[in-house]
């Protein structure tokens, strides 16, 4: 260990010395290396600026692997790798990695999964041994399982006392209505006891095995001696009969307008979310999408900001998004408001958004966010494991790296009528999931805007959970 | 994109601002670096970090890091003053301040800021601790010369207009109900607070109580900003795409005639000495607060230290092996194992610049008693700081302190706030490095010796939330 605390004065001395000059579209897309390893692909990065590596493991399916019976299986086949092997006990597997400061993490969407692993590179051989040893050889002991699962449902009981969480959770799965992309990927309470050792270590060999991967890896040139940690001790391969998930989604129509309300006890704050599904058809230009969201509510200048923040102090924040995963997307407004102002900043938005949709924007608006995006583009290389997340999604998406570089040019020709009626057709509040959470008291409140928003469904936040 | 700006003071639990926070200690503040000769420093080519400093005539100190990966700069203006700066009945003064100096100024008028920055790609955020105000923007390079003249409009020439000020009155009482009104977490962070810095400058809330925020007047807040955003008491940070020969240059420019303040040092003699930040918390004391949690939290909080010295590098090596990562004594001992009495458990090492709080915090696996987990923590602490420190787990925890260490060093805000406030609180920018040998050096016996002091011989206050508890005024 005494090696790496010389390494620290080192690295800072030379930090200027190994800074790579990349200062345009074509170097960075020059640094990208594709690599083959045992059949699976290999996107890497190379970066001598600090003896330090991340890797991310790609898997082309996710949660919409499980079948019934199964939700949230998949998250916790990954989430729960670390509890233990016949040789190992969750605690000494923890410590392993935890000693050597590496960081080892999972995350799994509907569509794909990925196990993210970073480190110091002198200890990188170490650290993939112990974690290919986890994939392989995870036995997930029930004994541990139940109590990591214990932990889970008491955090998920305890979410009522945080209005922001609660509020995401269950907006997310109402907006996204009846499709298969709605329940949560975590699984619920009732789910918990199906997650048996077998099940869990089935599904983990169900991603390794069966499912299309990809690996993304940045760090000094020395990282790429880890081919033969993954390809012999992970057993990673590919081939061409490696799954792919894809889904045969009907379109799911939104026309009209759901008014929801979800009360909790003792809050004077109330949180407020509008936003709906995205259809596989409604999600073709992204570039519109991320000036639109980001005209409407990205940033301290967005349009909503200054109409709800600035010029009234409805709020402390408010942002919108339109996020697209492969086949489907779902768009939001995020914000809340003390219980007194709750129905005046619902009406604030719908009135920006109507606004917009009737009257269209400026040119002078439009370039105010397109020469945002554009002057923040080096921003997106800054720190090259955010920049390998880029291209990961690209992948995914089936996407050439091409929309990355060429960024800038496609978002200068977005017109201003083109974002005024994204943002119309997208935020509409025609079709939106108005979705409120806060005190039981404020629903006679809310009961006032019912003319215009339709019933007041009261949900009970307990179904979610 | 997520919105943050502006923050109140935060409970400082991340392992990597915990780091940093104690990375860094020194009480000389930068207002001593204030040369009244009226000659520029030469810089110093000092070893460490590729940082030229420079101290203009005026007090400002100014350090530039070149880095030219890729045409973007980070530009942190520190300003020495927080709460601890706020006299009684002006608590949120100046997380208040902070949320204003976006609000337009002479030259870039309300509205501006914002705008151009974010037009050109820019974004900007600022917080507000007990100690110091910082303001940080991430700019393309050509925003640069634009975002020094901006920086350098507001600390002169701020407006305080009035229907922004009482318009961003309404979003600050908004932040102050999401942060800690309707947050378990943040209730129990302001009442360890208030009652461990009982009297002091550090037990008044960073974002201001209910009445001091009503009353808060315009002219109050001018005179604030007139005696503490000055070049003197002011160090920039600029890391990124930069020749520093030229930059410095374009600071002059901008901010070398904004005049010093000749009565800092005086009021900041009013705010400081043992006597103010000498606490009468009454050690041994229990707290019940009513909060929404369905099950309870707590803190136990005992005396800390103040940043950089001997015992606080100790501490916070004591709460990384204590409690970071899920292999850690207490997450093994009380989350983790067979017969656990907690769903979580942190300890944390909070230095401020003239004291500190070292405090458990945690959540009780339902069905315990709070008062049962009180004891069983109590009585473990013997065991805990002869059992647990050992060569391997001091070993783990100064490896992790190099692994968040490079983190930081990946981005240029991250080399640009790192050299910011080394510079505020060792008045040396490149202290870090000295830092991590002041940490390669901590004996296991060194800090088995810190855990007994503290825990075993020390005295502690208990404060818990409960949805069960009955509704007081502790509660708001």
Redesign the interface.
Known sequence: MKKVLFLIPLLIFSNHVFSQAINTSSKIEDSIKRLNWNGVDVVYIEDNRFPTFDLTLYFADGALSESSGENGLTEHSFSLIDSGTDKLSQAEILDQFEFTGSEFSSSVTHEYSTISISGLTKDMNTTFSQACSLLRNANYPEKVIKKEIDLERESLLTLVASPQGLAERVFREISMGQTPYSYPVSGKLNDFASYTPTKLRSKMNYFLDKVKKRIYLTGPSSVLSLEKILTKECQLKGTSQDFVRSMEVPVSKTNKTTFIFVPVPDANQVQLRIGRFLNANEIQYRNLDALASDFLGGGFTSKLMREVRTKRGLTYSIGSFIASQKQYGRSGISTFTKNETINRLIEVIDETVSKIAKNGISKEDLEHSSEGMIGSYPFKFESNSAFLSQLLLLDHIARPYSDLFEFKESVAKVTAKEVAQRIKDVYGFDKQIIFVLGDKSIESSLRKLTKKYGNLEVVDYKKYL | ?????PIAVKEKRLLKWLLFISLCGVIQSCSTLYHDKHKIEEPTAQ????VKKYVLKNGLTVLIS???????VSYYTLFDVGGRDEGPGTTGATHFLEHMM?KGAKKYGP?QF??QL???????NAFTTNDMTVYYQ?I?V??LETMVDMEADRMQNLLLENN?F??????????R??RY????DGLLFLALMKKIFAGTPYGQSVIGDEADLKALTRDQMMTFFKNYYVPNNAILAIAGDVDPDKVIELVKKHYENIPFSKSLSALKKESSGLEIFKSKVEFGKEYKIY?????PKFVMGFQGEKIGIKKAYVMDILAMILS?????YLI?KY??S?K?LL?DISLSNFNLMQSGVFYFSG?I??GNSLDEVKKTIENDFTDMCDNSINK?SL??A???I??????Q????SG?ASTIVRNEKWYGDYNFG?KE?DIY?AITESEVQNICRETLVAGKSIFISTW?KYPKTVESK
């Open positions: 994109m997520q919105l943050l700006r070893k460490g970090f590729n070149p880095n030219p990966k890729l045409p973007i976006f509205g914002d705008t974010e037009k050109s790609g820019g974004v900007t991430n393309p050509s925003f922004s009482e318009s961003e009155r309404k979003v600050i009482f908004e932040e109900k999401m009104e309707n947050s378990p909060a929404t949690n369905p099950i970071n990562g899920g292999s850690s093994q989350v983790k067979d656990a769903n959540e696996k339902d391997r070993q783990k100064k490896n992790q190099l692994a968040q260490a490079y983190h060093l990946k981005s240029n080399i490095l991590l390669k949805d």
